[in-house]
């Protein structure tokens, strides 16, 4: 499953905001330091001899009041645009997840900033593939890369899903096909 991107880029902890920064919603500070950045990660499997090369970049949305992430594998074979939000309702960051492949997936995420790691807990609608729900790790390393594991709720079965390391890179266009 390619939702990974989406997890990955939730993870670099608040910093100080800079006094002409776009505004933003309170509990969405934590991202700021996405916004602008682009990160690019090699989702294949060990051994596979094809590359599967996720792209992303992160951008303020609505006013402040939602982040846009947008992400594409392979330069369009399948891709994902996302809104992450503040729900009052349910006291928590939340997100919908759109992909080219004709699912959706729509969740909410913690940050503890102790350890510096988002665990999000996904529900996935419409998808081939049995797969109900997913489940991430995502936390920052020390060199300053990405690290994003997840397992998946595919027929009744929680399975491992795909794990990757995301680099930052510069700016790229994210294409669709």
């Given amino acids: 499953m390619k939702i990974l991107l989406f997890v990955c880029c939730l993870l670099i902890g608040a910093t100080a905001v800079a006094e002409d920064s776009p505004s933003l919603h309170p509990k969405l500070e934590v991202f700021r330091p996405f916004l602008g950045q ?52 349910k006291n928590s960051l939340a997100y919908y997840y759109f992909t080219t492949a004709g699912f959706y997936t729509h969740g909410t995420m913690q940050f503890n900033p102790q350890s510096g790691e988002i665990i999000a807990l996904e529900n996935v609608e419409n998808n081939q593939n049995g797969i109900t729900q997913v489940k991430s790790h995502s936390k920052i390393m020390p060199d300053g890369s990405l690290q994003v594991r997840s397992s998946y709720l595919q027929n009744e079965q929680w399975v491992e899903g795909h794990s990757a390391v995301y680099q930052p890179v510069a700016p790229q266009e994210i294409l669709f096909k």
């Fill in 38 to 89: 682009y990160w690019q990660g090699n989702l294949a499997e060990p051994g596979s001899e094809k590359p599967v090369i996720d792209r992303s970049h992160w951008s303020r949305a609505l006013n402040g009041q939602a982040i846009k992430t947008v992400h594409s594998i392979n330069h369009g074979e399948y891709g994902g645009e996302s809104f992450i939000f503040w729900d009052d309702a």
